[in-house]
Structures are given as C-alpha cells and as structure tokens.
Nanobody, 125 residues
Framework: QWQLVESGGGLVQPGGSLRLSCAAS????????LGWFRQAPGKEREGVSC????????NYADSVKGRFTISRDNAKNTVYLQMNNLKPEDTAVYYC??????????????????WGQGTQVTVSS
C-alpha cells in the first residue's frame, strides 16, 4: 500500500520560509515522479512543483518560480519543498503525491494517483 506523509507546515509571516517534507513508504518511490500540490479554500487543487524519479527534471507553477525549490532524496524515500519569500496567497493545504507511472509528465493533480493527507501552510502577519 502506497503511503505518503507530509510534515513541516505551519504559520509563517510574509517573506518567511518553510520546508515541507514528504516521506514515502510501501513502494519503490525512486522509480516514480513525486509532486507537491496545494488547495486553498474555494479553489481547485493546483500543481505547485513536480520532480522526476531521478530528480533531474522539475517543473514549477509560474506563481512559485524563483521562490520554491523541490528536491528529493531517494535513499530516504523523501521529497522536499523549500519555500522562500512566502506570500499570503501561498496559504493553502499542501499535498504530496506520487505518479504510479514511470514517466515524467505534467504537474497536474489528475495525473497523480496516490496522495498524502496534507499539511496546512498559513502565511499571515
């Protein structure tokens, strides 16, 4: 059974930083793309950033480019999202997800089929 567990969310002031972690278990995560998605109240879930199985390819939503960095450590079965210069509009529940295929595809929620429970990120003064 594929399992993904996020951690690292919290309350931060605008301009601050947070680092999210997602621990994968129950599957060989090193063969699969992993991604971070977020959902704000009243909005659809959107792709924030995704990373290929080897970590050599990434993509980012335009709204986070230059501020967020995705990385992964396959030895630890963990994917990270470093978030810098956070803005109030980054406030959302952040989800980690895995793509069951072994192809690096677009960072779209509909293409990812295993999900964590989410972690809340709130950016507010």
């Amino acid at each position: 059974q594929w399992q993904l567990v996020e951690s690292g969310g919290g309350l931060v002031q605008p301009g601050g930083s947070l680092r999210l972690s997602c621990a994968a278990s129950g599957f060989s995560s090193g063969y699969h793309s992993l991604g971070w998605f977020r959902q704000a109240p009243g909005k659809e879930r959107e792709g924030v950033s995704c990373i290929s199985s080897s970590g050599d390819r990434t993509n980012y939503a335009d709204s986070v480019k230059g501020r967020f960095t995705i990385s992964r450590d396959n030895a630890k079965n963990t994917v990270y999202l470093q978030m810098n210069n956070l803005k109030p509009e980054d406030t959302a529940v952040y989800y980690c997800a895995a793509d069951s295929t072994r192809v690096f595809r677009l960072c779209l929620a509909g293409l990812y089929d295993s999900w964590g429970q989410g972690t809340q990120v709130t950016v507010s003064s």
